[in-house]
């Protein structure tokens, strides 16, 4: 007997109406949801549970995307979102990239409360004060993941968490650690402070040198880096805030690095130190 065809959902279908909205932020935040693209972010998706309930909750995906990541499929279903599959021109009405993967998600949102991070009491956080590109917001975030940060804050200066292009460039990291939206950047620092973190604001002007910073030993407590506007750095009220205004030493002749590769930096670095004043060895030593 030949097999069933498959039913694909119209593209007139309610669902892909409200899936393709969700790429508008007022449309977001109204219904508190967001597009997750690609296999990587579906996985983390699928995998992530907030406040006990699942994060993803609709998945469209083209019939070749559910057989080739059967996996991903199976643990949408599994969470219990519900499965359309859609032909790439659905897809490609849906995503907001250039070459949809064949898969995308629509998730709950999952922010914390700013006061649950401080009550965890972190020793490592990135703040994203001013940060108005989306590709910088989720890269940094990324890189906070990378680097064994605990959280993430978004001032309500910066960019929105669920934009599309933040979502993809945090390449699933956003589904990994806390992310605090939308506090005022003195609320911040207060609050940070107030929990023993103390607040290192990154900035190519800096009066501080990075490299001294480490020398000195001064990067082995709980520490937030400050991180500010892609142009214009962070502004004097900003800086006057923070307990050091740190730059990253330029050896070489570049004018400058940019926000992603210097948070990147800032990061490890005080991940190295904090790991060394914890006790632990390098692999190299005896």
């Known amino acids: 007997m030949p097999a069933a065809p498959v039913e694909l959902i119209s593209p007139r ?6 899936a393709r909205r969700l790429a508008r932020r007022n449309f977001r ?3 508190r949801l967001f597009l997750a693209e690609g296999p990587q972010a579906v996985r ?3 995998a992530h549970r907030a406040d006990a309930a699942p994060t993803l909750v609709e998945l469209f995906a083209t019939p070749e995307a559910a ?11 599994e969470v219990g979102a519900r499965v359309h599959l859609a032909d790439e021109d659905v897809i490609a009405d849906i995503s907001t990239t250039v070459t949809p993967q064949g898969l995308v998600g629509i998730c709950r949102f999952l922010d914390t409360p700013f006061e649950e991070i401080l009550a965890a009491r972190p020793r490592l956080v990135a703040v994203l004060a001013h940060v108005r590109d989306p590709g910088n917001a989720g890269t940094v975030l990324r890189c906070a993941d990378a680097a064994g940060a605990e959280a993430v804050v978004l001032t309500d200066a910066s960019v929105d968490l669920y934009n599309p292009k933040a979502v993809r460039a945090s390449v699933g990291s956003l589904f990994h650690l806390p992310v605090a939206v939308g506090v005022p950047v003195e609320d911040a620092v207060r609050g940070l402070k107030a929990a023993g973190v103390r607040i290192l604001a990154a900035d190519g002007a800096g009066q501080d040198d990075l490299d001294d910073e480490l020398d000195q030993g001064t990067m082995g407590g709980p520490t937030a880096w400050v991180f500010g506007n892609e142009a214009w750095g962070l502004p004097e009220e900003t800086r006057a805030l923070a307990d050091a205004v740190v730059r990253v030493p330029i ?6 690095l940019n926000l ?3 948070a990147a930096v800032c ?9 060394a004043s914890g006790g632990c060895r390098s692999v190299t030593d005896g």
Do not use: F, M
């Not at 050896?251 to 400058?256: L, Q």
């Open 13 to 18: 279908s309610p669902r892909v109406s409200a």
């Open 251 to 256: 050896h070489g002749k570049a004018e400058s």
């Open 260 to 262: 992603a590769t210097a």
């Open 29 to 31: 935040g109204k219904e």
């Open 267 to 275: 990061l490890y670095a005080s991940a190295r130190a904090q790991r």
């Open 44 to 46: 983390e998706a699928a």
């Open 67 to 77: 057989e080739r990541y059967a996996d991903i499929v199976g643990d949408a279903r």
